[in-house]
């Protein structure tokens, strides 16, 4: 099986849940874009599953890009303009400086190369575009506890009761490494910052069956008790997730 037919598989399987973003949520996140009137949104997977139709309504000229053909053909099927990503290139068929904006949302850890997909955003962007891009944070306190008494990474399995190895992580991200990759690609004034919701009490993921209290923790505790407000100030350590912003210059 190739990389394309293992996303094909990802997003057939039908063991994917992705929520749907509130409009309230993409506003947020996608703030830098405000102004942009045409955007690509590199290795979008699924439009409709997350943001991707909401922000297609606020881009006059919303484009996707994806490895997966099945997904491609979902997203054209569904009225979105959407073209397929070169397995071995990482290239896509869109002209250069044909966007204003770029959204690459969690795709750079599944990439064997993620410095040639982000030197394919930045050709596909016009001079001073914005880039909007998100990964998981290694970096993470619960993460890092783990590492160390455990010797793991972090899988996020599609399904782990069925298979806790399926994971399709395989690269890992902290701020530095994160600001190291898109800068060689070439973007400058890369910004990186906080993004989904942190928990202290994650930390107790490293520690076996204790892990079920960051369950328990998230389903029963108001947001105060989580000391999200640490992810703010310190986003290396206690941010789940890392947001990029950067220009090409």
């Not at 400086?97 to 690459?104: K, L, N, V």
Request: glycine share 6%.
């Amino acid at each position: 099986m190739n990389t394309r037919e293992i996303y094909d598989a990802y997003w057939t399987s039908g063991t994917r849940a992705d929520p749907h973003w509130s409009p309230e949520r993409i506003l947020k996140e996608f703030e830098s874009l405000r102004d942009c009137k045409s955007a690509i949104d590199y290795g979008c997977g699924e439009i409709r599953r997350k943001y991707g139709d909401i922000l297609a309504t606020r881009v006059a000229k919303y484009a996707g890009a994806d490895v997966s053909e099945a997904v491609v053909n979902k997203n054209r099927s569904e009225g979105f303009r959407c073209e397929q990503v070169d397995v071995n290139t990482y290239k896509t068929p869109y002209e250069s400086e044909e966007f204003e904006g770029a959204i690459c949302c969690e795709v750079f850890e599944h990439l064997y190369d993620p410095l040639a997909a982000a030197k394919e955003i930045y050709r596909t962007l016009k001079s001073g575009g914005t880039l909007v891009a998100m990964v998981p944070n290694f970096g993470y306190h619960a993460w890092r506890i783990q590492a160390l008494l455990r010797a793991q990474v972090p899988h996020e399995p599609e399904n782990p009761k069925l298979n806790r190895h399926s994971g399709v992580h395989i690269r890992y991200f902290c701020t530095a490494t994160f600001k190291r990759l898109l800068t060689d690609a070439g973007f400058a004034d890369v910004v990186i910052t906080a993004y989904d919701h942190s928990s202290i009490w994650d930390i107790t993921r490293a520690l076996g069956p204790i892990g079920i209290v960051s369950v328990l923790a998230r389903k029963y505790l108001p947001r105060p008790f989580h000391l999200s407000c640490l992810q703010t100030l310190y986003p290396g350590v206690f941010a789940m997730r890392l947001k990029a912003t950067a220009t090409k210059a």
